[in-house]
């Protein structure tokens, strides 16, 4: 995504004004950057694919779109990044995991599964507008849009015969998939985002992924 680092323009005349918050012919659109995400879960030992953008959600917390599968007429958006965030679901702790063994502590919780998720799981994504294909590209080329930066670690009972407890959080690298608006979804057209791995992988619990579409909205002027 464009560093936000960029100069504050200054002040411009009313007719500048006027010229920007209105088209420039009757037709034409308003444009503005716009954020669309929707979140589905991934269930441990089980998930193999799932859809995005498919159906609105009813909590806007987990998706955004007005219409499940497609945008009102006459409205368009250009697709211009692609990022992908892992949580942990309501019944955990977001980001934080808690591991325990008899002798030593295990390599396993959040980065691990985030890692499996990524990589050694080998997630693809792929889009899906009107029948055409768009993909499959390797998950991996996405980043988060944004995640709780520090770090922490919990280490207990490293002897044997005693529990063992360690505690961390993973997310997926902060950037996103530069897409440069060439994927358009244009409105009334069915379209989907698609993630699969080749087998589910059993993780230390069950993901919401959330799915961000980063770009310009192509809407009517009310």
Known sequence: MPSPKIGIPVAGSYDALVQAANPGT????????WWFYDT?????????????????QTDLSLGNLPIGGTLPDP????????????MQNAAGT???????????????????????????????????????????????????TGAALGFI????????????????????AIGGA????????????GFQFIMDWPAALTLTGNYYIRLTLYGVYYRRVL
């Open 26 to 33: 009757v037709n034409g659109p308003e444009t503005v950057p």
């Open 40 to 56: 589905q879960l991934y269930t441990s030992a089980t998930t193999t694919t799932a859809t995005w953008f498919a159906a609105s």
């Open 75 to 86: 409205n368009f958006f250009g697709v211009h990044y692609m990022h992908i965030d892992f």
């Open 94 to 144: 977001p980001y934080l995991t808690t591991s325990a063994a008899a002798a030593t502590i295990p390599n396993t919780g959040a980065i691990d599964d985030v890692g499996r998720l990524l990589l050694s799981g080998r997630g693809r994504i792929r889009a899906l507008i009107s029948d055409k294909q768009y993909g499959p590209w390797p998950m991996s080329v996405t980043g988060g």
């Open 153 to 172: 670690a919990v280490l207990s009972g490293t002897t044997l015969g005693t529990a063992s407890q360690g505690q961390s959080f993973g997310y997926s």
């Open 178 to 189: 530069y897409i440069g608006g060439k994927i358009i979804l244009p409105p009334r057209i």
